[in-house]
């Protein structure tokens, strides 16, 4: 994904940091701390702009999500967004500015209900393929996570990228719930419950499909 630099975005994210986890490391004692009330706690990784994030705290109540993305200039949009929807209900929603393969520094074991993966980069390159968010290196740290139960759900317009995810589930043992390689054409619960990300609607409106699994740990 192409960034551009935002201006000021030190002072942007400081407007915002009430949203924001500045210290991760902070979540190990206790993740739920971070929130006025403890619920059970999903991640998204990987937030970008945030959409998904604002959507998915909003209409779900009933639980703490966390919103990760390594890049600080995208995140500025991400934690803007989430506080220009601050007259809604979002207590249960904040942010860390981080890389995934840090996680386990940042999060107990079996902490964590739920993982999202929405639209990960896809790295198509086979010498680079330890990098996809679904290599089984990133399996291996979502398992040590997850608690006993708990599902990843993930989406992605590319095919090559989620064929290989489905076989990386399959090797490691994962038992897929439900898969779909047109998400937007399916009528059932999950299709109904699906809150669109900014790539996926900037995908669709292109034509693109949407596959999408749910996996249990
Ligand atoms: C292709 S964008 C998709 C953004 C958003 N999920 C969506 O669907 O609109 C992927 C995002 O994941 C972030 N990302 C990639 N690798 C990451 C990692 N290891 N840890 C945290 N964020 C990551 C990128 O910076 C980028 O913002």
Not at 198 to 209: C, L, P, T
Request: proline share 3%; aromatic share 10%; net charge positive.
């Amino acid at each position: 994904m192409r960034v551009r630099k935002k201006k000021h975005s030190s002072e942007r994210i400081l407007a915002c940091s009430r949203f924001l986890i500045e210290n991760p490391r902070s979540l190990m004692d206790d993740p739920n701390a971070a929130f006025e009330k403890k619920r059970p706690l999903h991640l998204e990784i990987g937030c970008g702009k945030g959409s998904f994030a604002v959507g998915l705290s909003q209409k779900r109540a009933d639980i703490n999500l966390i919103a990760m993305e390594k890049i600080a200039d995208v995140a500025v949009t991400a934690l803007e967004r989430a506080a220009a929807s601050e007259n809604e209900r979002n207590d249960n929603l904040k942010f860390i500015i981080g890389d995934a393969k840090f996680l386990t520094e940042y999060f107990p074991k079996k902490s964590i209900d739920t993982i999202y993966i929405n639209f990960c980069d896809p790295w198509p390159k086979k010498g680079h393929a330890k990098r996809r968010l679904t290599h089984r290196g990133f399996l291996e740290i979502y398992r040590s996570l997850l608690c006993e139960g708990g599902m990843l759900i993930f989406k992605t317009d590319n095919e090559q990228l989620f064929d290989f995810s489905m076989e990386e589930f399959k090797e490691f043992g994962l038992q897929i719930v439900w898969s779909t390689k047109d998400l937007h054409s399916e009528q059932n619960e999950y299709a109904k419950e699906n809150i669109m990300t900014e790539y996926e609607r900037n995908f669709s409106s292109k034509g693109f499909s949407i596959c999408s699994a749910h996996v249990k740990f």
